[in-house]
């Protein structure tokens, strides 16, 4: 079975600043998908970036970049320009290609401060 | 287009009392999820489903029951409801396995139970 890490519960960063969020992941697959969620105050989750394995480019979203290496099984998020309304936490998630079910295995979130 | 919707948004139970959490979805997605949250544990599957009239279970099923009666719905069962099982319960869908596509969540349900 797959597992998801975030070994950093919470983290702090100043307006306008740079912040990266860690991830590590264990799967012998070749070929899956990576996801960052948002979850702010409200609780809704917020699709932030997506990647897929096979694809060396590094996915972006505006402000928001993806630091992957495949081979360390590492998927980081970097957050530029970092605004009060990205405060939430933040969860990295798996999923495999195999399968009928499209399941996400999650990791267990990191909380981000963003201070003036 | 009201995407995944949850109902209620926040229950308390007494120990042993039952109750149905119901989450529709209207973009005619195939397959749903039922997630729990809890403090330092991130979300955790309960069960699923890949299409009307059929549920899986997930990582942690013990405890609840699903069903799937109709496309747009899923049904998540607390028969006797516990302690253990205050958490905030998140619904899922997503269309099926096509690439990229992540699933859309529900604004949760906070059920405490007593």
């Known amino acids: 079975a797959q597992t998801v890490t975030q070994s950093q519960p919470e983290m702090s960063v100043q307006e306008a600043e740079t912040v990266t969020l860690s991830c590590t992941y264990d799967t012998s697959e070749s070929d899956y998908y990576l996801f960052w969620y948002k979850q702010p105050p409200s609780r809704q989750m917020i699709l932030v970036i997506r990647q897929e394995a096979y694809k060396q480019q590094n996915a972006t979203e505006n402000r928001f970049s993806v630091n992957f290496q495949k081979a360390a099984k590492s998927f980081s998020l970097k957050i530029s320009d970092s605004q009060l309304g990205d405060a939430a936490m933040y969860f990295c998630a798996y999923r495999s290609v195999t399968g009928t079910a499209s399941k996400l295995t999650f990791g267990t979130g990191t909380r981000l401060q963003v201070t003036l | 287009n009201a995407g995944v919707t949850q109902t209620p948004k926040f229950r308390v139970l007494k120990t042993g009392q039952s109750m149905t959490l119901l989450c529709a979805q209207d973009m005619n997605h195939e397959y749903m999820y039922w997630y729990r949250q809890d403090p330092g544990m991130g979300l955790r599957l309960i069960h699923y489903?890949?299409?009307?009239?059929?549920?899986a279970k997930g990582e942690v099923p013990d405890g609840y029951n699903v069903s799937r009666l109709k496309k747009q719905n899923f049904l998540l069962g607390l028969e006797s409801a516990a302690p253990s099982q205050t958490s905030v319960y998140f619904c899922?869908?997503?269309?099926?396995?096509?690439?990229?596509?992540?699933?859309?969540f529900g604004p949760g349900t906070r059920l405490l139970v007593l």
């Open positions: 489903s890949v299409g009307e009239g059929t549920t």
């Open positions: 899922a869908s997503t269309p099926g396995l096509a690439w990229g596509e992540t699933q859309y």
